[in-house]
């Protein structure tokens, strides 16, 4: 049943940055901004942009590993290999933006809960209460080596850490009530001794006394995020997730993930309202289809074989791709027949009979996200039919390219979704949560004496 509040919905905006842009060849137009992983002017421009067009928030994902793999395609291939840490960085721009929301990625398999909780803390506080947390277990395991372990955790226990991990972080933000600081010159009273809790946490991966060194955070708790894709990591989303980056491909199957992930929130005593379907876009923006689709072919032909095998490689489960001819189909003996029919994982690629190199296409460029090449109307109805059939309640916008993906998207669809009444033109709120339409949690000691 429909709520009053769902039926005048909004679309929701995020814009994911990726330092030259989300393709991986994106860096080699001359659109691109070619030393944007370090290159703080860049972000400041792209974040005031993504401001001015009212986006709710720009976000940033993380790695603490470059990536693993042979060093020759690597060195063709910028992203994640020298970039800012993402707090460091949207620290300083909380200081030269007011309404969009700042959001990245912090790893709970290699970061201490007390860590996490005080810097997350410490940007909703810069930033008036505009943070938001990406929750992840590491996809990237070469992440191990850089933390004293010679391997990976296992998927179900990098989960169970991060359940762990969400409720000592949660509890530490709640260890002084949100009115603890009296600092009262006449009694000479700083804080209500009362009013600050000690945690007193032992559990199977973490011990923490608490409390936290900081205020508690102007939203209650900065916005949480997840982008799970297994039956582990959407039980998780269920329990502790308020956006769901979770790609979708399908719409009917978007409709379906969007219900189950509501109902399995429900579960957990949350309300619809509480979850938003947030799945990654790749808008490729031309002023006809054609010339669209003519972009996006020109993206993949800028992918270097080397690249595009050990993307390709990869996704496969890291087969030896060295010595094969790119032009020709994936012989057998890489992937059997039968794995090709069975493997859910890889299924999609095999479904009509391509050469490596459209293989390694097919994907290279959006990375297992949706792209939609084709007008700013075009992509405008795409957007406004899944929103409105119940499959999103908003985007995580992806710009091939960087800035000039961003400037594309912003100059030409948005003004489409703002006449069509579907994207606002003013910021409702001056947080986060307000901006999403999400509640404000009361501290679990002051709810819990309620
Ligand atoms: C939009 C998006 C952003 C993501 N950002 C990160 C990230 O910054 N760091 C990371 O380690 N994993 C990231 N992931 C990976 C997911 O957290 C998750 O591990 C992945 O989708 C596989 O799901 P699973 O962990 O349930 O198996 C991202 C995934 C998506 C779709």
Not at 284 to 307: C, M, N, W
Not at 313 to 318: D, E, F, K, Q
Request: proline share 5%.
């Amino acid at each position: 049943m429909q709520s009053p509040k769902q039926q005048q919905r909004h679309l929701k905006l995020g814009a994911f940055f990726h330092p030259t842009g989300h393709h991986v060849a994106a860096w080699l137009d001359e659109g691109s901004q070619i030393d944007a992983g370090t290159n703080f002017e860049h972000y400041i421009r792209l974040t005031q942009t993504a401001e001015r067009a009212k986006f709710d928030l720009v976000f940033l994902a993380d790695a603490i590993a470059t990536r693993d793999g042979n060093v020759e395609a690597l060195s063709r291939w910028p992203q994640y290999m020298a970039y800012f840490e993402p707090l460091t960085l949207l620290s300083a721009l909380a200081a030269v933006t007011k309404n969009i929301g700042l959001v990245c990625t912090a790893t709970t398999s290699y970061n201490e809960p007390y860590h996490i909780a005080r810097k997350f803390a410490s940007l909703d506080h810069i930033s008036h209460g505009r943070a938001g947390w990406n929750v992840v277990t590491s996809s990237n395991a070469s992440e191990a080596f850089n933390f004293g372990r010679d391997a990976h955790y296992g998927h179900s226990e990098r989960y169970e850490r991060a359940g762990e991990f969400v409720d000592i972080v949660k509890s530490l933000w709640d260890s002084y009530d949100d009115d603890a600081f009296v600092r009262d010159r006449s009694t000479r009273r700083y804080f209500e001794p009362s009013k600050l809790h000690f945690l007193r946490f032992k559990g199977k991966h973490f011990s923490v006394r608490g409390p936290l060194n900081v205020a508690r955070p102007p939203q209650g708790y900065p916005v949480l995020f997840q982008a799970s894709a297994s039956d582990t990591g959407k039980e998780l989303a269920a329990k502790i997730a308020e956006v769901i980056f979770t790609p979708l491909h399908d719409l009917e199957k978007g409709q379906a993930f969007y219900k189950e992930l509501k109902d399995d929130a429900a579960r957990y005593g949350r309300s619809w309202d509480d979850v938003i379907i947030m799945p990654g876009l790749n808008p490729i923006v031309g002023k006809t289809h054609k010339e669209a689709v003519e972009k996006e072919r020109y993206f993949q032909s800028l992918i270097h074989p080397d690249v595009g095998k050990e993307l390709l490689s990869y996704a496969l489960g890291g087969v030896d791709l060295n010595n094969i001819d790119i032009d020709e189909p994936l012989p057998d003996h890489i992937i059997s027949p039968e794995d090709r029919k069975t493997n859910p994982r890889l299924s999609y690629l095999f479904k009509e009979k391509l050469t490596v190199r459209q293989m390694y296409e097919k994907f290279g460029g959006a990375r297992g996200q949706r792209t939609v090449a084709g007008t700013a109307n075009e992509i405008a109805d795409q957007m406004e039919q899944w929103f409105v059939g119940r499959a999103v309640d908003g985007y995580l916008i992806q710009p091939p390219q960087l800035p000039a993906g961003l400037d594309e998207f912003i100059d030409q669809v948005i003004p489409i979704l703002q006449e069509r009444g579907l994207f606002r033109t003013e910021y409702e709120g001056s947080t986060l949560r307000e901006n999403l339409g999400l509640k404000r949690p009361a501290s679990s000691y002051t709810s819990a004496s309620r």
